[in-house]
């Protein structure tokens, strides 16, 4: 599928990969994990043909079909679901074809294309994009809007699923969990476990990594190595070999000391001259093993005021959200010191808005907002990140909330998030995102917060950092409230949950895994429409309402159709399968190929099953109201 050969790869005077040999086999699904800057991206612009070796080889398979997540959108007036077909190039070729066929009347042609049209599947293209932007919180309204009219973090999601609907034998992801909610990185992760070919995955999420992939490509002071098993896995592994390391590191410094005396005592006689030359060879030829580095760059604390207040900060017969537009009814949230609190909930259904109504950013359409008198609140969102003097530098930034603070004391403080040195002193503008959201970190920590409210806070976040704020969270004796898609930090970090969800918060009895059996069971989705204020008359709301329902209408009967026809096609190929001369034929092309159309329709069936009951609860719900 693909191999290095003695690769090496440099970036200018710069050396990312040195002679680096690795074997790539298919069907394998690898996580690619390293420090920010040891070249993942740029092993995945290798790949895709960006970027030459220097030296080695690149092999890679004949006819290799590549699929890659881009990490930009052009704001367009095309359609959504039309821009995920576009994903599939094999189908608009043949579609292309078709639409000069008939124009030209070339009747043969168009025969022979529609035969290829099936044979790709071409058909229920449609309906496989479709499902892809449901999986990915897309709701029927949306298949048919502009791009233009989807936000960032919506318009990455659209990336996705054209990434997803391309026919491909190897797929590179990179941080494809980046501004997915927990509901949608669920579901892609079972997308991935189903996908037949050969999976790269640059991932900062390790229960992610743990779910969806096989082995570990581990890229460090450029080298790759291999490792068999999951992130868990890699990350036992790891620690055995750097201990193993580490213990050959001090025995061997034993041995040279040993021989450094040797050598200064005798090298002077005559009578050890010859035996001290020799230790001083053994010295020239030994390798040296390099002192195992296992501590994380990033080391902190949060400490809370020496004040607190109980409750710390409360809502009481709150109703949340905008101007004209109500997100969460009757809301009674009490936040006492020491309480850990995750946010569950499909995005859309107001955890933001929650968090926001919390810190004051925006004020409550009725009820009471209770702070209490030694409050301390630290809130952390993408906001904060945005909101950053990008002039000016990290120092700069929290000599503004301390003036007296002596410099080497937060110097000294900044270093343990990762600005040490020289990156203190360098505008905020050159750092990168993950830069910006440790920097945005540091100040609320700075700020000796007794209550932290954090929303998605390891967006652009390494696993070493994400690991060192896990680490900090659990020593962390203030309250704090939690949403968060990493898995990881919510299970480490966290000890009781509220669901929001259905305009309502109400207590989760359960942690991750009952919450992902709930999932299953759920009548939500995530939708693409946001927290944001939207001016909607009670009119506009009952002809949406009416709309909505006659579309998931449309779309089960639509799924009960192609549900009629699957199940038969199924039938006829598991007929097939049970046929002993279809395994003794020396025709193996034929066996594969009926397996393979086996697997997909079992899994197209799986999907659109699970789709049609969870639009029946949703047409039930919807009914109800």
């Known amino acids: ?33 390293g420090a920010n800057g040891s070249s993942k991206s740029s092993l995945f612009e290798l790949i895709e043909g960006h970027l030459d070796a220097d030296e080695g080889e690149l092999e890679l398979s004949a006819g290799l079909a590549i699929a890659h997540l881009a990490q930009e959108v052009v704001a367009t007036e095309q359609p959504a679901i039309e821009y995920v077909l576009d994903g599939d190039r094999p189908l608009r070729s043949i579609q292309k074809a078709i639409q000069t066929a008939e124009q030209d009347e070339q009747y043969v042609r168009l025969g022979e294309l529609h ?63 980046n501004h997915l909610d927990l509901n949608t990185v669920i579901w892609l992760e079972r ?28 890229l460090h002071q450029t080298q790759i190595d291999l490792y068999s098993g999951n992130y868990s896995q890699f990350e036992r592994l790891r ?56 501590d994380s760059p990033f080391h902190f604390t949060i400490a809370d005021s020496e004040k607190t207040s109980s409750p710390l900060l409360a809502l009481e017969q709150a109703e949340l959200g905008y101007t004209d537009h109500s997100v969460l009814q009757d809301v009674a949230v009490q936040i006492q010191p020491g309480n850990r609190i995750g946010l569950l909930g499909p995005n859309g259904a107001g955890k933001s808005t929650l968090i926001r109504s919390l810190a004051g950013e925006i004020g409550l359409l ?28 990290a120092l700069i930034h929290l000599q503004r909330l301390d003036r007296g603070a002596p410099e080497v004391k937060v110097r000294s403080f900044l270093g343990g998030f990762g600005f040490s040195g020289e990156k203190a002193l360098q505008p905020v503008g050159t750092f990168s995102g993950g830069e910006k959201a440790r920097l945005a970190l540091a100040i609320i920590t700075w700020q000796r917060p007794n209550l932290l409210l954090l929303d998605e806070p390891t967006n652009h976040l390494d696993i ?31 000890d009781q949950f509220l669901l929001v969800f259905a305009n309502e918060v109400r207590e989760f009895d359960g942690d991750l895994s009952d919450y992902r059996s709930w999932l299953d069971f759920s009548p939500s989705r995530p939708t693409a429409s946001s927290d944001a204020p939207a001016a909607n008359t009670k009119s506009e709301n009952a002809y949406d309402k ?76 919807l009914q109800e109201k």
Not at 251 to 265: A, D, S, T
Not at 369 to 392: E, I, M, N, T
Not at 484 to 492: C, G, P, T, V
Not at 591 to 600: G, K, S
């Open 239 to 294: 620690s055995a070999k750097l201990a193993e390391q580490q213990s050959n590191y001090i025995k061997q410094q034993r041995q040279i000391k040993h021989l450094q005396n040797f050598v200064r005592r005798f090298r002077a006689k005559a009578s050890k001259a010859k035996q001290a030359q020799s230790r001083i060879k053994a010295l020239e030829r030994m390798t040296l093993i390099a002192p195992a580095h296992i």
């Open 366 to 393: 009725s009820g009471q907002r209770f702070a209490g008198q030694h409050l301390r609140l630290g809130y952390f969102s993408q906001h904060q990140v945005d909101d950053l003097d990008l002039q000016v530098t």
């Open 464 to 494: 070493e950092m994400r690991q060192a704020l896990a680490l900090a969270l659990q020593s962390y004796t203030g309250a704090m409230l939690l949403v968060s898609h990493d898995r990881y930090l919510l299970r480490n970090s966290v």
């Open 115 to 177: 035969g290829q049209l099936d044979a790709i599947d071409g058909y229920s293209a449609h309906s496989r994009a479709e499902q892809l932007l449901s999986g990915l919180g897309f709701e029927r309204l949306d298949f048919d809007k502009a791009l233009r009219q989807f936000s960032g973090g919506w318009r990455i999601r659209l990336n996705l699923a054209q990434t997803l609907m391309c026919p491909s034998h190897l797929l590179l992801l990179d941080e494809p969990t």
């Open 191 to 218: 997308w991935l476990k189903n996908y037949q070919g050969t999976l790269l995955l640059v991932s900062h999420d390790r229960e992610f990594l743990d779910e969806v992939v096989g082995a570990i490509a581990h």
């Open 1 to 33: 599928m693909l191999r290095l050969k003695e690769l090496s790869l440099r970036r200018g005077s710069h050396l990312l990969i040195d002679r680096v040999s690795l074997t790539i086999h298919p069907g394998q699904k690898i996580g690619l994990v």
């Open 546 to 621: 009416r709309k909505r329902l006659r579309n998931l209408q449309s779309r089960l009967a639509s799924m009960e159709n192609k549900l009629s026809l699957l199940h038969p096609e199924l039938n006829e190929v598991e007929l097939q399968l049970a046929d002993t001369d279809l395994y003794t034929s020396d025709d193996q092309a034929k066996l594969y190929a009926t397996q393979r159309r086996h697997q997909r329709l079992r899994q197209e069936i799986s999907e659109l099953e699970e789709l049609w009951v969870a639009g029946s609860e949703e047409l039930e719900h």
